[in-house]
């Protein structure tokens, strides 16, 4: 999914994988991988036809880190005429807590998509809060890396954030906001 509750660790990683080759699988490598951390890595065994798919969940579960992170999997063949196909990689925005309503999930706490999206040098972003207090603004990119980060003097009720990101380059970005203990976490696009 593109966000994970870090409320509950141990989380399953699942992957569907398809045979793009003309012979049937029997046993292959499958790894995952979070950011630059060491891959996960093992081994599947059955039958896998070529065009068929077949989902693998990964014995090894993973505990979310904070913020937005990359999710890779791949698979590793003997003899594969085509590596370009063998890996997909997702970018995940962890939160905390996690109720399952979401109304209530964000405590009161309503972050807007930044304007104009796709942006260049300024954008702005409207953030409601339901009381005064000390809030955190970060910017990460598509690694999880924090760019940015400040603290605002929010108000209750909404405010707008003026942002000059002139100096990123291209590319797609995250913006979070944490205010008492929840934090929301929306993206946008740099052109």
């Known amino acids: 999914g593109d966000t994970v509750c870090r409320d509950q660790w141990g ?8 045979n793009f080759g003309t012979s049937t699988l029997t046993a292959m490598n499958i790894q995952f ?3 630059v951390s060491t891959p996960v890595i093992e081994t599947w065994n059955g039958s896998l036809a070529p065009g068929d798919s077949m989902t693998y969940t990964f014995n090894t579960l993973y505990n979310p880190p904070i913020g937005v992170f990359m999710m890779c ?3 590793s063949l003997n003899l594969d005429a085509n590596t370009g196909n063998d890996k997909t990689c997702k970018t995940v925005a962890s ?3 996690c109720t399952g309503v979401d109304e209530l999930e964000n405590g009161g706490v309503e972050l807007g998509q930044n304007r104009p999206n796709p942006t260049r040098d300024i954008t702005f972003i409207d953030l409601t809060l339901p009381e005064s207090g000390q809030t955190v ?3 990460s990119n598509l690694l999880g890396q924090i760019i940015e980060a400040r603290m605002i003097e929010g108000v209750a009720g909404t405010q707008t954030l003026e942002l000059d990101l002139s100096h990123l380059e291209s590319g797609v970005y995250y913006y979070t906001v944490r205010f008492n203990g929840f934090s929301v976490t ?5 052109e």
């Open 73 to 75: 999997v791949q698979t």
């Open 186 to 190: 929306r993206k946008m696009i740099v």
């Open 95 to 97: 939160k905390s807590p």
């Open 11 to 18: 989380k399953p990683v699942i992957a569907v994988v398809k």
């Open 137 to 139: 603004f970060e910017l």
């Open 33 to 35: 991988q979070i950011n």
